[in-house]
């Protein structure tokens, strides 16, 4: 791990909780060159050099990045070990279902050996769909190019838009539905009453809703013909 995303920094400490010491002297140089932390936010000291205050900024986005997967190995592990157990763990992070469950996606579609400390956990969700080679692809692109998340998404739209049929790219924008939380965990628990995971549940789902409505309209339509067959015998 990078010293970015090391849980301990030199820069920034938990605020003491007794009175601070004078402003003066080296103790008040020492306060001057950390960042005190607290629950709900960086007390930032008045004194602060622009190199702290940079070195900041480069520690909070290693923090923020690392964390993301973090919390994905967390989940992963407490899917794969607690079973049903694990969903209390998740409601004591204190955290949304629906993004811890993204970043234990992405964790599971990158093993640890595959992750670029060079990129973002952004840049690997971006491409986590994808099978592991065009994933490994795609991640020396950005790597070597220095892409951003941005780039990286305009550059995959643009592949897709020059190699991939226009019905295939419809298909590849439905992948992606936003579902409300609570309507998630209603289906998570019609998924695991019918012992199957939830995206095989889904899929059954739906094609058993699809199979219906066509036969329905088959029908219909059957009903359609016959009755202006009939209808054609009488006016003969």
């Known amino acids: 791990m990078s010293k970015s995303g090391t849980a301990h920094s030199a820069l920034f400490r938990r605020r003491a909780e ?28 008045a004194g602060l050099t622009f190199e702290n205050w940079e070195s900041a900024g480069r520690e909070l986005s290693g923090i923020v990045n690392s964390s993301s997967w973090w919390l994905g190995d967390w989940l992963v592990y407490g899917k794969d070990h607690y ?28 093993d640890m050996k595959r992750r670029r400390p060079a990129l973002s956990f952004q840049h690997h969700a971006e491409i986590a ?37 226009e019905a295939q790219r419809t298909a590849e924008a439905t992948r992606r539905l936003a579902v409300p939380d609570s309507r998630l965990q209603w289906w998570h628990k019609a998924a695991a009453r019918s012992g199957v995971e939830l995206e095989q549940w889904v899929l059954d789902t739906l094609d058993s809703a699809a199979e219906q409505i066509l036969e329905k309209l088959q029908e219909q339509a059957g009903s359609g013909i016959a009755g202006a067959g009939q209808q054609r015998c009488l006016t003969g």
């Open 129 to 165: 769909s994808l099978p592991a080679e065009e994933q490994e692809q795609w991640l020396d692109q950005a790597e070597r190019q220095g892409w951003s998340t941005k780039q990286l998404r305009t550059a995959m739209r643009l592949a897709r838009g020059a190699e991939v049929p």
């Open 83 to 110: 079973g049903d157990r694990y969903e209390r763990g998740v409601r004591a992070a204190g955290l949304r279902y629906q993004t811890l469950r993204n970043y234990a996606w992405v964790s599971r579609r990158f």
């Open 18 to 45: 007794t009175a601070p010491p004078e402003a003066g002297g080296v103790e008040g140089d020492r306060q001057r060159s950390h960042v005190p932390t607290t629950r709900v936010g960086l007390e930032l000291p």
